[in-house]
Nanobody, 127 residues
Framework: VQLQASGGGLVQAGGSLRLSCAAS????????MGWFRQAPGKERELVAGIAWGALRTYYADSVKGRFTISRDDAKNTVYLQMNSLKPEDTAIYYC?????????????????????WGQGTQVTVSS
C-alpha cells in the first residue's frame, strides 16, 4: 500500500484545513490509520487515529474538539479536518498505516505501531 498526503498549506490562526491521505495498491479498509505531525526540533507525535470501520478513534489532548479524523473506505482515503488552527499546530503532517494488525480496533499511539508512511504535507499557521 502506498500513501499520498495532500491538503496542507498556509492559514491564519483560527482558520481551517482538511488533509487527505489516499491509499493505493492494496486493501485499505481493514487497517488502522493515523495522522502524525512533526514540528522542527520535536519528535513525531500522533495527532489522531482511526481503526478499521471507524470502530475507534483517538485524538491527542492538544487537538480534541478542534480536529476530526474520518475515513472513506470506498475512496481509500482518510481525512483530517482541522478547525480553529493555532500557530502551535504548525508542522509537517504525515499519514500512516498499521499493516501488521488488520481488523484491529486498537489505535496505536506511537510511530512504532505504523509501518507505512506518506510523504508528509506542510501545515503553517500564522498568528
Amino acid at each position: 500500500v502506498q500513501l499520498q498526503a495532500s491538503g496542507g498549506g498556509l492559514v491564519q490562526a483560527g482558520g481551517s484545513l482538511r488533509l487527505s491521505c489516499a491509499a493505493s495498491g492494496g486493501t485499505f479498509s481493514k487497517y488502522t490509520m493515523g495522522w502524525f505531525r512533526q514540528a522542527p526540533g520535536k519528535e513525531r507525535e500522533l495527532v489522531a487515529g482511526i481503526a478499521w470501520g471507524a470502530l475507534r478513534t483517538y485524538y491527542a489532548d492538544s487537538v480534541k474538539g478542534r480536529f476530526t479524523i474520518s475515513r472513506d473506505d470506498a475512496k481509500n482515503t482518510v481525512y483530517l479536518q482541522m478547525n480553529s488552527l493555532k500557530p502551535e499546530d504548525t508542522a509537517i503532517y504525515y499519514c500512516a498505516l498499521d499493516s501488521a494488525r488488520p481488523w484491529s480496533s486498537n489505535v496505536g499511539r506511537t510511530t512504532l505501531n505504523y509501518d507505512m508512511w506518506g510523504q508528509g504535507t506542510q501545515v503553517t499557521v500564522s498568528s
